[in-house]
């Protein structure tokens, strides 16, 4: 079975950028449809982005669609969330999740997350 370790995430302006990656061992990344997720305090866990095996697809939140970018790079065993003009409202911890079945995800291995904090 696959590990999942995220990292890159911090504090970042409103408007700014950051890149999160989600790094796989034990098992190639590539035999897996990858997401992210995100969990703001008091709320439940919410998808913000998916990428089916071979990177043909990918869906996005609608919150998300337009500033967020997920790809993957199998040779690299990673995934990246690159996250563009962000929101306060993006503060949140983001999960790295791998799944088996596409669109639907079947999210069942997910990471332990990194915080990203959003100032306005």
């Known amino acids: 079975q696959v590990q999942l370790i995220e990292s890159g995430g911090g504090l970042v302006q409103g408007g700014g950028s950051l890149r999160l990656s989600c790094s796989a061992s034990?098992?190639?990344?590539?035999?897996?449809?990858m997401g992210w997720f995100r969990q703001a305090p008091g709320k439940e866990r919410d998808f913000v982005a998916g990428?089916?095996?071979?990177?043909?697809?990918?869906m996005y939140a609608e919150s998300v669609k337009g500033r967020f970018t997920i790809s993957r790079d199998d040779a690299k065993n990673t995934v990246y969330l690159e996250m563009n003009k962000s929101k306060p409202e993006d503060t949140a911890v983001y999960y790295c999740?791998?799944?088996?079945?596409?669109?639907?995800?079947?999210?069942?291995?997910w990471g332990r997350g990194t915080q990203v904090t959003v100032s306005s």
């Open positions: 034990g098992r190639t990344v590539s035999d897996y449809v």
């Open positions: 990428i089916n095996r071979g990177a043909e697809s990918t």
């Open positions: 999740a791998a799944g088996s079945m596409w669109p639907r995800g079947n999210y069942n291995i």
